[in-house]
C-alpha cells in the first residue's frame, strides 16, 4: 500500500484513541478536583501534564483552573491536541484515503465529527461535561468496533491496530504518571483517604475498577494499580498488553511483507522483553515515575522508527 | 417550452407514466419525509461538493431532487448513437491536430484557432499516445428543445466530474423507492466503474507486462471532485495517489509504498494539465510529478485523459465540431451544435451586442457557468456592463441563443413543478472501442425559470432513467423463476440458541 495511505491509517487510529483518551483523562481530572488538592486554583495542572501539552497550554493560559483546562484539552483550536483538534485531525486523515477504510470505519469518524460541529461551549459546562465526555468514549468505543470487525486482516488492518496500540501504551504511561505529579506540591500523605482516591481515579480513568476488584480482590493500593496497568495482560490497556499487540502487529506486517524486518521491529521486541524480565516491585525500587518517563521516550522512539521503516 | 413528462400537448409521454402515477399516489408529505431522508443519506456517504472560495460550509451537499428524469429506450438509442459519433470524430481531430493536422491543410479548422490555443500542448506534438486515444472520458453535455431535437452545447474533453453523482443518485433512489423501480425497467448503471477500469487497462503501454497497474491521481481533499476521486478509485479497486506519491525514475513512474517503489502503468488523472509535471509545465506545481511527460513520451506510461485533449472542447472550437464528423467520419452529425457566433469575428461581434438581451455568451475559457451572462434574465444595467467588456476583448467571448431547454418535473416547496435541465452523459473510449452507460448526470436548475443548472451555482441533480426494451421472453422467464421460487421450501438447519 502506499505509504501515504499507512501513514494516515496509523495516525487516524492514534488520533481516536487519544481523545478517547484526553476524554478519560478529563474525567478523572474532574473527579480529583473535587477532592481539594493542588495549589489553590492549579488543580488541573497534573491532567495537563498527563496529556503532555504543558508548553502549549501555559503559552496561552496562566492558571490551569478547571475552566482553562477544560477548554484547553477538549474544545481549543490552539491546542495541537485538543479533544476536537484530535477528531479533526482524525477525520482529515479518514478523509484523505477514504478508499482504504471501510464505510462503517468512515461513518464512525464521520458522523463524530458531523455531531461535534453541533457542539457548544454549554456542553463542556461543568454540568455537562460527564455527558459530553461519555459521547466521546462511545465514538471512539464505536471506531475501535468498526475497524476490529470490518477491516480485512492486510497490511492496512495492522497499521491501524499498530496506531491504536502504540497510542494507547503511551497514554496508560502518561495517565499513571499523574500520580507522581500529584504527589509534588499538595501532598498529604501515603495511605490517607485522599491517596486512596487519587488511585482510584486513576483506575476509573480506564475503565478498571472493576477489573481490579476481580484480580487483586483487595483494597487499592498504589503498587497494584501500578502493576495493573504496567504487567498484567488481562488488563487489554497495560503497558505490556499493548505491547504484546504491537509486537503482534509488527509480525504480522513483516509477514506480510515477505520477512522483511527493520529497526522499529527490534525495538518493540526490546521494549517488549523488558517488559518481561521485570515486575512491579522491581519498577517501585528503581523508581515508578522514572520508569514510566523511559516508556513514554521509548514508546516515542518506535513511532518514529515506524516512520522511517514504513511511512516515508 | 417542452415538458419532458408533460409533452408539448399536455399529454403524459409514455416514458413518465410510472412517474407521473407514482407521484399521483404519493401525499406531499411522504416526498417531504423521502427528500430529507435523501439529504442525510448524502451527507453519511460524505457526498459533498466543497466550494472552498465561498467560505461557509466547506462540505455542502448539491440539492438532489427526488423525481427521477425518465428517457425512453428510443430516445436514448439516438442519443447514444450520437454522443459515439461525436466521441469517435473528436479523438480523431486530437490525434490529426497533433500529427499530420490534415484538417488543418484542408481549411475545414483555422489553424490559428488551433495551434495557438493555450490548451494546445506543445509537448505532445507528433506524439501518439498509446491506443490512439487522448479523451478517454468524454462528458457530452447535452440539451433537449423538444422530442426529437437533442443539442450538444458543450464537449468535455479534459477532466470531467460528475460520474459519482449520477452512481450515488441512483443509490439513494434505489434505498428510497425500491417499490418505484420494481414497477419500471430501468436499464443499471452500476458498471460505470468497471468500464472505465477496462478502457484504462486498455491504453496499457505495449511495454506492461501483464495486468496493468493502474492509478487515479488526485490534487488531494481540498479538490472540489475529491469525493468522486476517492468513490472511482474504490470502485475500481486501484490506488488513489497524489503526486507526493510519485516518482520518476529512468523514464519509469513509481509510487511509493510500504514496500518501496512500485511500478505505475496508467494514470487516470484528475489533475489539470498545467499541474501535471513541473518540468514540463507550471514549475510551481505541489500537485504534479516531475519527469512524467518523459516517462509518457518513453511510452513507459499511458495517462488519461491526455495531455493537451482541451484543445478539443474550446468553446471557439465546439462550431467545428460539425465539420469534424464529416471530414473523418464521413457523416452527417446526428447531435446538433447549438448556433453560436464567435465574438473574434467583426460581423458576428455586431450581431452579439445588438442582440444581447436575447442571448447567452460566454467565455471561452470560462467554465462551471461563471462569467457568463443570460441575456433574457440580466438587468439592462448588467447588460451594459458585459456589452463593455466584450468590446474590449471580443475574442473572450462567444455567443449562442437562449435555448428555451426542457423541464422535468422536481419537487421543490412550492410542490411538484418543471424545472430546467440538461445531461451529462460520459462516454469511455478506449483502445478496444467506446462504452456507454445507459443515461449520465441530469442537473437541474433548482429555482423558477432559471437556466443555470451549475451546481457551483446551486444548480441541482436527479436520478436519470433509461427504460430498457420492454422485452416479453425475459420477463416470461422471470415470472417461472419465482413460481419456483414460491414453490420451495426453507432447507436451513435451526439456529443453535442458549441452553439456559
Not at chain 2, 461557509?56 to 451537499?61: A, M, T, V, Y
Not at chain 2, 516518482?247 to 513512474?253: A, G, L, P, R, T
Request: charged content about 25%; glycine content about 8%; some cysteine.
Amino acid at each position: 500500500m502506499l505509504s501515504r495511505t499507512a501513514d494516515s491509517m496509523f495516525w487516524l487510529a492514534r488520533y481516536m484513541e487519544r481523545m478517547d483518551y484526553l476524554a478519560r483523562l478529563l474525567e478523572a481530572a474532574q473527579r480529583m478536583s473535587g477532592m481539594g488538592m493542588g495549589e489553590d486554583g492549579d488543580e488541573w495542572g497534573p491532567a495537563i501534564i498527563a496529556a503532555g501539552c504543558e508548553g502549549p497550554f501555559f503559552a496561552h493560559y496562566d492558571k490551569a483552573d478547571a475552566a482553562n483546562a477544560v477548554r484547553f484539552l477538549a474544545w481549543d483550536t490552539e491546542n495541537p491536541c485538543s479533544i476536537r483538534n484530535c477528531l479533526e485531525r482524525a477525520r482529515a486523515n479518514a478523509r484523505a484515503m477514504r478508499t482504504a477504510l471501510t464505510r462503517d470505519m468512515w461513518n464512525a469518524v464521520n458522523e463524530a465529527w458531523l455531531e461535534a460541529r453541533t457542539l457548544t461551549a454549554e456542553d463542556f459546562s461543568p454540568a455537562h461535561l460527564p455527558k459530553t465526555l461519555d459521547w466521546v468514549k462511545g465514538k471512539a468505543t464505536l471506531f475501535n468496533g468498526a475497524y476490529a470487525s470490518t477491516m480485512l486482516r492486510n497490511d492496512a488492518y495492522w497499521f491501524t491496530r499498530l496506531g491504536a496500540v502504540l497510542e494507547r501504551a503511551d497514554n496508560t504511561a502518561r495517565i499513571l504518571d499523574v500520580k507522581y505529579h500529584l504527589l509534588l506540591p499538595g501532598y498529604s500523605g501515603v495511605g490517607g483517604m485522599l491517596d486512596y482516591y487519587q488511585w482510584t481515579s486513576i483506575l476509573q480513568a480506564v475503565s478498571a475498577v472493576r477489573a481490579y476488584r476481580w484480580i487483586y480482590k483487595d483494597k487499592v493500593s498504589p503498587l497494584n494499580v501500578a502493576d495493573l496497568l504496567i504487567f498484567r495482560t488481562e488488563l487489554p490497556r497495560s503497558l505490556k498488553a499493548c505491547y504484546g499487540e504491537i509486537v503482534d502487529s509488527f509480525t504480522c506486517l513483516a509477514a506480510a511483507y515477505g520477512g522483511v524486518r527493520g529497526e522499529c521491529h527490534d525495538l518493540a521486541d526490546a521494549i517488549n522483553q523488558k517488559l518481561a524480565t521485570q515486575d512491579i516491585a522491581a519498577v517501585f525500587a528503581g523508581g515508578l515515575h522514572e520508569f514510566l518517563t523511559q516508556m513514554i521516550e521509548d514508546t516515542a522512539d518506535l513511532g518514529d522508527a515506524v516512520a522511517r521503516f514504513y511511512l516515508r | 417550452m417542452f415538458d419532458e413528462m408533460h409533452g408539448q400537448d399536455g399529454q403524459i409521454r409514455a416514458a413518465f407514466h410510472t412517474v407521473r402515477d407514482w407521484l399521483a399516489a404519493t401525499p406531499r408529505a411522504v416526498l417531504e419525509a423521502k427528500q430529507a431522508e435523501a439529504e442525510r443519506l448524502f451527507r453519511r456517504i460524505g457526498i459533498t461538493f466543497a466550494v472552498y472560495s465561498e467560505g461557509g460550509d466547506p462540505e455542502r451537499l448539491i440539492p438532489f431532487d427526488i423525481i427521477p428524469r425518465v428517457l425512453g429506450s428510443e430516445e436514448w438509442a439516438h442519443l447514444e448513437r450520437g454522443l459515439r459519433q461525436r466521441t469517435a470524430a473528436l479523438n480523431a481531430f486530437l490525434n490529426d491536430v497533433y500529427g499530420k493536422r490534415e484538417i488543418l491543410q484542408a481549411g475545414k479548422v483555422p489553424a490559428a484557432l488551433v495551434l495557438a490555443n493555450p490548451a494546445y500542448c506543445q509537448h505532445m506534438v507528433g506524439f501518439t499516445p498509446p491506443g490512439g486515444v487522448f479523451t478517454h472520458v468524454a462528458g457530452i453535455d447535452v440539451v433537449r428543445i423538444g422530442p426529437e431535437d437533442f443539442y450538444v452545447l458543450e464537449d468535455n474533453c479534459r477532466t470531467p466530474s460528475g460520474v459519482s453523482y449520477m452512481i450515488e443518485d441512483r443509490e439513494v433512489m434505489m434505498r428510497l423507492f425500491p417499490d418505484l423501480f420494481s414497477r419500471a425497467s430501468v436499464a443499471p448503471i452500476s458498471r460505470y466503474p468497471e468500464d472505465l477500469l477496462e478502457t484504462l487497462c486498455s491504453v496499457a503501454p505495449e511495454r506492461c507486462e501483464g495486468a496493468p497497474t493502474v492509478a487515479l491521481l488526485t490534487p488531494g481533499q481540498y479538490n472540489s471532485a475529491y469525493y468522486e476521486h476517492t468513490f472511482l478509485a474504490d470502485e475500481m479497486g486501484v490506488e488513489l495517489v497524489e503526486g507526493v506519491d510519485l516518482v520518476v525514475e529512468n523514464e519509469v513512474v513509481y509510487k511509493r509504498t510500504t514496500q518501496g517503489l512500485k511500478r505505475v502503468d496508467v494514470l487516470y488523472r484528475r489533475v489539470d494539465d498545467d499541474y501535471l509535471d513541473p518540468e514540463a509545465f507550471r514549475p510551481d506545481s505541489m500537485l504534479g510529478v516531475a519527469g512524467l511527460m518523459g516517462a509518457y513520451r518513453a511510452g513507459n506510461v499511458a495517462i488519461a485523459n491526455a495531455p493537451g485533449a482541451g484543445v478539443a472542447d474550446d468553446k471557439a472550437i465546439y462550431v467545428y465540431v460539425p465539420e469534424m464528423i464529416r471530414f473523418y467520419l464521413g457523416e452527417e452529425p446526428i447531435l446538433k451544435n447549438v448556433p453560436t457566433w464567435d465574438c473574434a469575428d467583426p460581423d458576428a461581434l455586431a450581431y452579439v451586442l445588438d442582440h444581447l438581451e436575447e442571448l447567452v455568451v460566454k467565455e471561452t475559457r470560462g467554465s462551471g457557468g461563471s462569467g457568463m451572462l443570460v441575456g433574457p434574465h440580466a438587468s439592462a444595467q448588467r447588460r451594459a456592463d458585459f456589452a463593455l467588456k466584450l468590446r474590449a476583448n471580443p475574442s473572450a467571448y462567444i455567443a449562442q441563443p437562449t435555448l428555451p431547454l426542457s423541464t422535468c418535473p422536481t419537487f421543490g416547496p412550492e410542490g411538484v413543478a418543471g424545472r430546467h435541465v440538461d445531461l451529462r452523459p460520459f462516454v469511455l473510449c478506449g483502445g478496444d472501442g467506446i462504452r456507454i452507460v445507459p443515461g449520465g448526470l441530469t442537473r437541474v436548475a433548482m429555482t423558477k425559470g432559471s437556466l443555470v443548472v451549475n451546481s457551483s451555482q446551486g444548480g441541482g441533480t436527479k436520478d436519470t432513467w433509461v427504460l430498457m426494451e420492454p422485452d416479453p421472453q425475459s420477463q416470461s422467464q422471470s415470472q417461472s423463476l419465482s413460481q419456483s421460487k414460491s414453490k420451495s421450501r426453507p432447507s436451513g438447519s435451526q439456529r443453535q440458541s442458549q441452553g439456559r
